[in-house]
């Protein structure tokens, strides 16, 4: 028992032993730490007192910045200070005009606005800058220069709108290129270069050329910027009507709005017309000739059909019963009739087939815009508008084609005809001549 307690004890004094040199260590760390930044310290004082030239230049800086915002500071004051005395004096004025001028510059400011808004960036008045009224909405006491400049922009504007100018102003044309070109403004009417219409931008407001000039209005331009003629084109609906105008096709737009059914029509049209002018001169000359002809039959040609019918008629045998003779003479007479009545049937067929290509066309035209009427619905008419107008146009391009072709036939077949009775009158005044030469005469 007692060897146990003095083990004991000799354990607790080894511990203590222990813990007293780990709080000896630590503390000789701490102190050489401290001692190190002490040092560190020392050495970075020596530095700085060492470079005199670093010390100062940073002292000076220092200095510079404090000066700078001591002089921000001042002036912030200042202007402190000038706001307040505007204000007070604002109010003072305001206090002394009274209820009368602030109702109107409410007016004023009320009517600026209106006039800039519906003028803004479309108004042909508005081409020059500074040339809208000021703006007065911000004001709080109305100046005798911004009532000046009010009145004075207000009348200019009424000036400018029954006024005819020659201006030199940028000009965009249908490529998007801007040009710097003369032009006439008519109020807020119209605006033109020698032979188009302008009109105002939609993104930056500046001039551009209008898509399309109808063209009974660019003569009118022409005469008017020439100063040939003081009539001019006025527009009353501030463009609608010229834009309506603009979008009307011409001939050949409308002629395309057919498409291949229409380019067909038309084609055939143009072969029946070549064919039957070309058969009309050709039986107008046979006319001229058998006219000739039957003016000298002692001199017989057979370069005419009458001229060759009666040739053969002198080379038959005379002494045939008359009614063989006159059997062939007959067949002497249908045989020109082949080249008098060619391609009559041609341009009766091409009559007959244009009208139904163009019902053809309408039904396609149809077909088309139902198709977009499935897809798209009736919300919009200019969907349907392209099928509608292939409809339309090859019904009309059908009766236009027939209507002359119809003409031309009729015309082959009075020609023709009328040959044809006077090659058969003067063959059978040649026959009866011949029988009655070959009667006896009775006493």
């Known amino acids: 028992m007692g060897q146990f307690g003095a083990i004991c004890t000799l354990i607790v004094l080894t511990a203590f032993s222990g813990a007293a040199t780990a709080q000896t260590e630590n503390a000789t760390s701490l102190r050489e730490a401290r001692e190190a930044a002490q040092a560190r310290d020392q050495q970075r004082l020596m530095d700085f007192l060492d470079d005199q030239q670093a010390l100062e230049a940073a002292l000076e800086q220092a200095r510079a910045e404090n000066e700078e915002a001591q002089q921000q500071h001042e002036t912030l004051e200042a202007q402190q200070a000038e706001q307040t005395e505007q204000a007070s004096e604002l109010s003072e004025r305001q206090a002394e005009q009274g209820e009368a001028l602030s109702g109107l510059l409410d007016n004023l400011a009320r009517h600026s606005s209106e006039i800039r ?21 911000e004001v709080e006491v109305l100046e005798r220069h911004q009532l000046e400049s009010l009145v004075d922009g207000l009348a200019t504007l009424t000036a400018r709108t029954g006024r005819a100018e020659r201006l030199s102003m940028p000009v965009a044309d249908a490529n998007g290129e801007v040009a710097t070109r003369e032009l006439v403004r008519l109020g807020d009417f119209a605006a033109f270069t020698e032979n188009e219409l302008l009109e105002r931008g939609e993104n930056d407001g500046n001039l551009v050329v209008l898509p399309r000039t109808p063209d009974a209005i660019a003569g009118v331009l022409a005469a008017y910027y020439q100063g040939e003629s003081n009539v001019f084109a006025v527009d009353p609906t501030q463009g609608s009507v010229l834009e309506a105008l603009a979008q009307q096709p011409s001939l ?42 039957r003016q000298s039959l002692d001199q017989l040609r057979d370069n005419n059909p009458l001229g060759r019918v009666l040739l053969r008629f002198e080379g ?10 006159e059997a062939r003479l007959d067949e002497a007479v249908l045989a020109e009739l082949p080249r008098l009545e060619r391609s009559q049937p041609m341009v009766k067929l091409l009559a007959a087939i244009a009208p139904l290509l163009g019902l053809l066309g309408t039904v396609t035209g149809m077909i088309v815009t139902f198709q977009a009427i499935t897809v798209f619905g009736t919300g919009d008419p200019k969907l349907m508008a392209g099928g509608i107008s292939q409809a339309l146009v090859t019904t009309v391009l059908g009766l236009i084609t027939a209507v002359p072709l119809l003409f031309v036939q009729t015309a082959l077949a009075g020609r023709s005809r009328y040959l044809t009775h006077v090659i058969e009158g003067q063959a059978s005044a040649t026959l009866a001549d011949h029988l009655e030469s070959q009667t006896p005469v009775v006493n």
């Open 252 to 293: 050949w737009e409308r002629f395309q709005q057919g498409g291949y059914v229409g380019y067909v029509v038309v084609a055939l049209g143009i072969l029946g017309m070549i064919i039957g002018l070309g058969q009309y001169l050709y039986l107008v000359l046979v006319s001229l000739r058998v006219k000739r002809q």
């Open 316 to 325: 038959m045998d005379k002494h045939q019963t008359p009614e063989a003779l």
């Open 117 to 137: 808004n519906a003028l803004g960036e479309e108004s042909l008045l508005t081409l020059e800058e500074g040339s809208l009224p000021p703006r007065l909405d």
